[in-house]
């Protein structure tokens, strides 16, 4: 390959040595989404497998879309290791365009919606991708015409195409044209990256997490038998599809699991609990709050919504008192706190038929080997606090970026979590804090950094400092304290964050201006001080 044709992860060994093993061994299943999909399409070709509100999928038509839909992507001239980028809703154009990158040998990238041109140029630059999916307008949104913008700034971005919006480089039709085109899918390594999904870090710089075919189909086959999912049932997807959850769960169960997936392309409480008594759905993954919402709503429509059994509760801190509180309100469903990350998705499947273990730790350790460790990286005893890492089949390969993956993954292929908890002898995690400087609001890892980079950049400040607080919905909020040097308050300074391109997500809620930080004895700023004064005036 050219050197200028490298892409940022071709210095990855795959498998890396600690994974050789998940191959040999069976971990990993050598096939890949698509070869799911012609087996589920041949064995069951009516089966709907995915439903959103303006239509439905069977195994049959997602797999004839997603097969023309690599036709055409191919005659446009995108091949075997490009990357194909997509920003869309819970549409279930989503499932196909996800399949028909796996035909085609591609890779994807998925963003979630909430980005806007300052975080696209970064993701789309550092993975080069040469194509982009994206709604032609959504909730008022021109994301045609932000993508096009970010299109105009990279040269390797070639292509800009449309879903559920016009022309001939709108998704029908592209699977129109595909349908008529002579296309040989190329062999796909199942081992090879597959997907490039980006996520927070503390450095204020996303990083690129890369999984393969075989990661990704190990996650969602393990938590659907411990959860025991069955063949022919339906679970509700509220979560982002472009999200490592709902992408597993929302996009590639159906092919995996042999279920059906019902996308909802924004939360409501009382439309979740419609959906879950109109399709029977089982189960599903989703952030805190929507647990809240939804036992709120079950209790005010007087129903126990019978058919749903397991509520997978993660992404944002869960009260211990939530469980409980929750469970009572459904008549079989069990609510249960779950553990994990991008890199390593799930590294607990939760206690459904525990409440108290459900409602008082982060979940069991399945499929992952788990070590505490100190400051040293020396391995803590059981009931110990200290950093956790995780190993399992079921983990990143690695990041784009070899210096990060050097720094996050130990010699023996330890993923570094950066969070903080404790492990019993029965298996039970429980996370206690947090190392890394990440703010969880709803679910979305947001930088502190990236935030205090941009206040930085203000004239009026000399100094600021990004924490989370708490928040009765979302578990987090984003709050800044900031040093000023000169005249500005909290509409200016909100008014320069949401200026900057960012996503609105991560204006800050909250400003507290004071003269100086808590430092620690090397000028340090005292994080851990900043959120216990906000607690305080927060319960004041």
Known sequence: MNENNKMPWDWLPIPAPHQQAYAANGAWAMNTLADLA????????????????????????????????AAALHGRGLRAGDVIAFQVPNWREAAVINL????????????????????MLMMLGDCRAKAIFVPQVWRKLDYAAMA????????????????????????AALVAAGKCAAFAAPAVDPMGVKMVLYTSGTTGRPKGVLHSHCTLTRIVAESGRHWGLA?????????????????????EAPFICGIRSVLMEAWSAAEALALIEQHQCVGTVAATPFLVELAAAARAAGTGLPSFRFFACGGAAVPADLIPAANAAFENARAFRVFGASEVPLVTFGWPQDEHLAATTDGAVVDYQVRIVDHDDAPLPAGQEGEIL??????????ADAAQTAEAITPDGFFRTGDLGVLTADGALTITGRKKDLIIRGGENISAKEIEDVLHSHPAVREAAVIAMPHERLGEGVCAYVI????????????????????KQKIPERFE?????????????????????VRDVLHT
Do not use: W
């Not at 303006?54 to 797999?63: I, P």
């Not at 096009?148 to 998704?171: I, Q, S």
């Open 38 to 69: 012609r087996e589920r399409a041949a064995q069951a070709p009516d089966f709907v497998c995915f439903i959103d509100g303006e239509g439905q999928y069977t195994f049959a038509q997602v797999l004839e879309q997603a097969e023309a839909l």
């Open 100 to 119: 028909a990158a796996v035909i085609g040998g591609m890779i994807v990238n998925p963003i979630v919606p909430i980005y806007r041109d300052a975080e």
């Open 148 to 171: 096009m913008r970010c299109r105009d700034a990279l040269p390797d971005l070639a292509h800009v195409f449309t879903v559920r919006g016009e022309g001939l480089d709108d998704f």
């Open 231 to 251: 063949e022919g049932e339906t679970t509700l997807m509220p979560s982002p599809v472009t999200h490592v959850s709902g992408y597993a769960n929302g996009l």
């Open 390 to 399: 995780a190993r399992g089949p079921a983990m990143l390969l690695g990041y």
């Open 484 to 503: 000023l040097c000169g005249d500005a308050d909290a509409a200016a300074l909100a008014a320069h964050v949401g200026a900057s391109g960012m996503a």
């Open 513 to 533: 201006f004071v003269e100086d930080f808590p430092r620690t004895a090397s000028g340090k700023v005292r994080k851990d001080l900043l959120r216990a004064m």
